[in-house]
């Protein structure tokens, strides 16, 4: 199972959450952004230089996987929160960062050409900073967010997770098959 860093499980169906693991995901990453913002941009918005947010989210936060509803409810929060002060703060660079899978133990994902290092990530995120209010981190997560929300229609999206991606994600996180 996929274990975050307050040894959550994040990957599991959504009725085997305990609600040690709700609290636990939603405080993480959702409940820690929110209180931790206010006496930020505070200090933010006294500066005379420009200055600048930078809020992880996710790609889950706008097409979700089966077995990770929760996550991907929390990084829609993070998504629109970082929305929302943008416009909110036009003084502030307010940066969401939405990465696809990236390689660490978290995702249990190995560096290849879709799938980039934290390093390369942060890196070509970056590079929008000024240009942009968000980012999916890396260049072939772009262009696959493209694809997946402009080119693919929704049944057909549909249909891959329901035939590969579903089975695919209980195999990687040796889940057992609710029917």
């Given at each position: 199972?996929?274990?975050?860093?307050?040894?959550?499980?994040?990957?599991?169906?959504?009725?085997?959450?305990?609600q040690l693991n709700v609290n636990s995901l939603i405080t993480v990453n959702c409940?820690?952004?929110?209180?931790?913002?206010?006496?930020?941009?505070?200090?933010?918005?006294?500066?005379?230089?420009?200055?600048?947010?930078?809020?992880l989210s996710s790609y889950q936060a706008e097409k979700t996987l089966p077995l990770l509803s929760l996550y991907s409810a929390t990084k829609a929060f993070n998504m629109k929160l970082?929305?929302?002060?943008?416009?909110?703060y036009p003084q502030i660079d307010v940066f969401c960062l939405k990465p696809m899978y990236v390689e660490s133990n978290l995702s249990r994902q190995k560096k290849g050409f879709m799938i980039p290092d934290a390093y390369?990530?942060?890196?070509?995120?970056?590079?929008?900073?000024r240009w942009s209010?968000?980012?999916?981190?890396?260049?072939?997560?772009?262009?696959?967010?493209?694809?997946?929300?402009?080119?693919?229609?929704?049944?057909v999206y549909n249909?891959?997770?329901?035939?590969?991606?579903?089975?695919?994600?209980?195999?990687?996180?040796?889940?057992?098959?609710?029917q």
């Open positions: 199972m996929l274990v975050n860093n307050v040894g959550i499980g994040i990957a599991k169906y959504y009725h085997t959450h305990t409940l820690a952004m929110a209180a931790l913002l206010p006496p930020v941009l505070e200090g933010m918005i006294k500066r005379k230089t420009k200055s600048a947010i930078i809020n970082s929305e929302g002060l943008a416009y909110e390369e990530c942060a890196w070509d995120s970056l590079k929008e900073l209010r968000e980012s999916y981190g890396y260049y072939s997560h772009r262009i696959n967010r493209h694809i997946f929300l402009n080119l693919v229609p929704d049944f249909l891959y997770i329901r035939f590969f991606a579903k089975e695919s994600l209980i195999r990687t996180f040796k889940l057992t098959k609710v």
